[in-house]
């Protein structure tokens, strides 16, 4: 049995600990954490799921991204950046982390998001509905084939293309 919650101030280094253990050994050198520097994630989209002795099991965050059109940075686009996202390897495979996503995902479209992107393993994500973005360039170096999208809304993708950017303060976040 698992406790999902928001994740708060107080866990940032138990998760960021969660996520060193899980991912590769400087993690934080790529592009995909330029984009996160100092921008605050997606309140109500951080969880942090723990078991029932109290220990971190797995945890997500989302961070609100532009994709801006080639040159034109005054017609940008507003999209989710899911990620990190990851599982403690004594728990992996128990749908933990298919709950943490779905259960975002569900909370993005309440708050009015209309798309999520991430770069990560087609043949994971696929399962979520996530797709190859053609269109949406990440910057450098990331492998084209893992930059991924889902809309929340039916066409949510349709015309969306440039390159991704990091957040402006400019940009009115969705109204849910
Ligand atoms: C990826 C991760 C978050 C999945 O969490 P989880 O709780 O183990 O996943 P679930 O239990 O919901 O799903 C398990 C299924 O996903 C599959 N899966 C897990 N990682 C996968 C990957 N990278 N590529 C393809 N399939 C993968 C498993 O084989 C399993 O398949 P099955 O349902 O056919 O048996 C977790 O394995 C993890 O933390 N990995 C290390 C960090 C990481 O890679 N994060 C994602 C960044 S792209």
């Known amino acids: 049995m698992f406790t999902i919650s928001q994740e708060t101030p107080d866990d940032w280094w138990e998760v960021e600990s969660l ?3 899980c991912f590769a050994p400087g993690r934080d050198a790529l592009s ?6 100092d921008v605050r ?3 109500g989209l951080c969880l942090v799921a723990r078991d029932d002795q109290g220990v971190i099991a797995g945890a997500i965050r989302h961070w609100p991204v532009r994709i801006c059109p080639e040159g034109d940075d005054s017609h940008c686009f507003r999209a989710l950046l899911l990620g990190p996202v990851a599982v403690h390897p004594t728990h992996q495979g128990e749908g933990l982390g298919g709950l943490l996503i779905y259960q975002t995902l569900g909370g993005a479209r309440a708050l009015g998001w209309e798309r999520v992107m991430l770069v990560g393993d087609a043949p994971y994500y696929s399962r979520f509905g996530f797709s190859k973005l053609a269109d949406v360039v990440m910057p450098p ?3 084209p084939d ?3 999208g889902l809309a929340l ?3 949510a993708w ?3 293309a440039g390159q991704v950017s990091k957040w402006s ?3 009115a976040l969705p109204q849910a």
């Open 146 to 148: 893992r930059v991924l």
């Open 153 to 155: 809304y039916p066409g």
């Open 32 to 37: 995909s954490y330029r984009l996160r520097d």
């Open 158 to 160: 349709g015309g969306v």
């Open 19 to 21: 996520y060193d253990l």
């Open 41 to 43: 994630p997606v309140k």
């Open 169 to 171: 303060p400019d940009m």
């Open 141 to 143: 170096p990331t492998n």
